[in-house]
């Protein structure tokens, strides 16, 4: 585990909050990459996420949400902006703010 990056700052709040405004503007001000969730789950469903809940359901696009914010969780250096509902369940299992 010696080699395993972890973000700087997780920014987390209710959609349509600022998350994404406020950790790009942080990432700058801090010269450090920075990521955002609903982004990285587009990318990774190869569709915007409205079209993936449609044709996937919820509970399939939780389990996405989930695989996604644990890989930034252990992988990204940077900082990191949730989605609105990643802070709801997404990662309990593997990673807790305490193994930071």
Known sequence: ???M???????????GA?????GKEVAQMMNLPFADADN???????MRIPEYFEKYGEPEFRRLESDVVL?????????FSLGGGGSHGAGKSRWRPSDA
Do not use: N, Q, Y
Not at 40 to 46: K, L, Q, S, W
Not at 71 to 79: A, C, K, Q, T, V
């Open 1 to 3: 585990m010696s080699g």
């Open 5 to 15: 990056r972890r973000p700087v700052a997780v920014i987390i709040g209710m959609m």
């Open 18 to 22: 600022g998350k994404t405004r406020v």
């Open 40 to 46: 990285e789950i587009e990318h990774d469903a190869g």
């Open 71 to 79: 890989d930034m969780l252990e992988d990204f250096d940077g900082i």
